[in-house]
């Protein structure tokens, strides 16, 4: 045992030894580590600044091209409203020329068969569907109608009565053709 205190004081001598440290030396190499490592940071914080400036300015660049784009697609709109607009109007003004066109061919037939003699527009009328007669017969004068229905075929006659009874419109809903001739109505 005492051997080994022996040992343990020579070792205990031995390393109370002090070896002078250069704590110069240390600073200075810790030092040069540190700015290493601050240039890297400064590099990294410049590329995320150039990053940050091209995203910036990708961004503004979109937001303009949505700008224009936005502008141009108001004033496409502006000019199809303008346009509906004039549609719009140009219907109701080629609406009111038919109207008149109608009321004028209308007027001018039923003026036609009111100098008719009676037995041609019977012949005529009776040619022709009942719902045409009919519409023809509805504006003509109460005294015209009989003398012409007195001169028609009597069943031609009762078909258009019935319809002349119903009113306007005439229409072919009991499934009856423009263009049926006299005789093959069946009203029931």
Known sequence: MGRIFIFLSILNFAFAYNVPVDCTQIFEARKDEILKELEVIDEQ???LEAFRASTQAAY??????LAQKEADLNATMKTIDQKRKEIDAQVAKNDEILKELRTM?????NESYSKMKDQ??????????RTQAASIMYALEPKKIS????KMDPKTASEITILLKKGPPFNDSENVSIDTPAGSLDIQ
């Open 45 to 47: 914080r410049q590329a």
């Open 60 to 65: 503004d660049e979109s937001l303009k091209k």
């Open 105 to 109: 061919t209308t007027d001018k037939v």
């Open 120 to 129: 041609a527009a019977a012949d005529v009328l009776s040619q022709m569907s």
């Open 147 to 150: 003398t012409v229905m007195a």
